[in-house]
């Protein structure tokens, strides 16, 4: 099990740039494939962006493909989620995930970690 802390959330405007990072625990972090999720009020959770274990290889949602970046630092246990450009519709609550399988899939099933959340709401 890893235990995950996201952070960095906040009230932005339009257009604005915001960067999440998450903090986990546990040994298995360094070689295990996360994900980032969003949750809006009234809706299910839904996939964001995924990386794998080192960083080389990243998978996105196709509404955020171009403005948001997935990266991690094993050195420093952390996975962040750059946003640039944010809208409206990107207002959500947003969490990380751990996979439990080597695959960037946007299963939510496959991910057995979960973090808090942190709210990121985007005004006009």
């Known amino acids: 099990q890893v235990q995950l802390v996201e952070s960095g959330g906040g009230l932005v405007q339009a257009g604005d740039s915001l960067r999440l990072s998450c903090a986990a625990s546990g040994r298995t972090f360094r070689t295990s494939y996360m994900g980032w999720f969003r949750q809006a009020p009234g809706k299910e959770r839904q996939f964001v962006a995924a990386i794998d274990w080192s960083g080389g290889v990243t998978r996105y949602t196709d509404s955020v493909k171009g403005r948001f970046t997935i990266s991690r630092d094993n050195a420093k246990n952390t996975v962040y989620l750059q946003m640039n450009s944010l809208k409206l519709e990107d207002t959500a609550v947003y969490y990380c995930?751990?996979?439990?399988?080597?695959?960037?899939?946007?299963?939510?099933?496959?991910?057995?970690?979960w973090g808090q959340g942190t709210q990121v709401t985007v005004s006009s």
């Open positions: 995930a751990r996979s439990r399988v080597s695959v960037l899939t946007p299963d939510r099933g496959q991910y057995d970690s």
